[in-house]
């Protein structure tokens, strides 16, 4: 495996069922070599835990385009490579919504590693949050911002390979079927 896409998303509120941003980061050949952000306007109403926990809220999004625009943008970049994130199961459930409720077509299942699958086994005895994670690895992070999540994941999956783990072995499949 040579390329990941790595994500994060934050969402508005406990419905889990909308983006209010989202960070990609792109891996090719061991090297990040792109970073995505955008805020998304979900278009749904926003809890309170989640501004807290993300500063982001209505007004924030007000003039951020939609998950459909934001989805012509990173569809392809998304498309491309091994899906990754932290906790993964969690953002490609809300991706799913999102794709689900805008009645937009993208592949039935996809193939994906959860980098908190890969610290319960490789770093065993420790918390495998992203943020203790980081402070593990000494990264950099500005937790529940989508592009330092997205840009932290990818750098704990980098120290998991040069630490030589065999990811192989964590890839996992994700259907996006009803």
């Not at 979900?42 to 982001?56: R, S």
């Not at 459930?93 to 193939?111: A, E, F, N, S």
Request: aromatic share 12%; hydrophobic share 35%; glycine share 6%.
């Amino acid at each position: 495996m040579s390329k990941f896409t790595v994500f994060d998303v934050e969402t508005p509120n406990r419905y889990n069922n909308r983006i209010s941003a989202i960070g990609i980061t792109v891996i090719e050949d061991g090297v990040i070599t792109d970073d995505y952000y955008s805020l998304v306007n979900p278009e749904t109403g926003f809890d309170y835990f989640n501004i807290q926990l993300t500063g982001i809220d209505e007004e924030s999004v007000c003039n951020a385009p939609s998950f459909p625009e934001v989805w012509r943008e990173i569809e392809p970049i998304m498309s491309r490579g091994m899906i990754v994130a932290h906790n993964a199961v969690f953002d490609l459930g809300v991706l799913k919504h999102c794709l689900q409720d805008y009645g937009i077509d993208w592949r039935p299942y996809t193939r994906y590693i959860c980098t908190a699958k890969i610290g319960r086994k490789v770093l065993p005895g420790m918390s495998h949050r992203l943020n203790d994670l980081c402070c593990y690895y000494d990264i950099e992070l500005c937790h529940h911002q989508a592009a330092s999540d997205s840009r932290a994941c990818a750098e704990i999956l980098l120290r998991y390979i040069e630490d030589g783990a065999d990811i192989k072995e964590f890839i996992r499949t994700y259907s996006f079927s009803k």
